[in-house]
Structures are given as C-alpha cells and as structure tokens.
C-alpha cells in the first residue's frame, strides 16, 4: 500500500515523508513507539473525556516535539519512525497531520 505522510505546521511548512520504499513497521511495534513517546514527552488527553485515540497521539506528539524535529536533517531518522508508526498504525495511503489546527485528515 501506498503510504505517505504529511506533517503540517503552517503555510510553507510542511514536511512530507514518502514511505512507498520503506518497509513497514509491524502494528504491536508502532502501537508500543507511539505510547512510549506520548509518556516520555509528557504529552496530554486532547478531550476532555480523558480518552486519547491514536490519531489525539500522533497530534500531540507532533505538538509536543515541534517543527524543528520534522525539519531539521539531525532529526530526520526519529521523524522517519513517527511517520512510518503513523503509516502502521492509521492504515490510510495519505495521512496530514495538521498540528496548528489539532486535526487529521486522511
């Protein structure tokens, strides 16, 4: 399947990461990166419910860190892992991750 990712933080800011010669990353894999890095970075629920869907992780996560690790090429392999985790976890051939506006679109 055809994946690619985009990581939106403004206009002329986004950062897309094609995955379509990337190997996959395994489900259990990318569900274990995704709730360790949403501990680990401190990251809180988006409801107010207290529920926090993986699409609210990936949002938060992406808030949590900033542009600058999407952006900046020292950080282009922890920017890979996020995209790929996404591309496993969601299972949508183009996933926009739109950090300003806290939405997904697919």
Avoid: N
Avoid at 5 to 20: S, T
Avoid at 59 to 77: M, N, T, Y
Wanted: contains cysteine; hydrophobic residues 45%; aromatic residues 8%.
């Amino acid at each position: 399947m055809r994946s690619h990712v985009i990581v939106h933080f403004g206009p002329d800011r986004e950062y897309a990461f094609d995955l379509d010669e990337v190997q996959p990353m395994p489900h259990d894999l990318a569900r274990q990166w995704l709730d360790q890095q949403f501990t680990e970075l401190g990251c809180e629920p988006l409801r107010l419910s207290g529920k926090v869907l993986t699409a609210d992780k990936l949002l938060a996560i992406a808030q949590a860190v900033g542009e600058e690790r999407f952006a900046e090429p020292a950080h282009r392999p922890w920017a890979m892992v996020y995209a790929r985790a996404a591309a496993s976890l969601l299972a949508k051939p183009v996933i926009r991750v739109d950090v300003p506006a806290l939405t997904m679109g697919y």
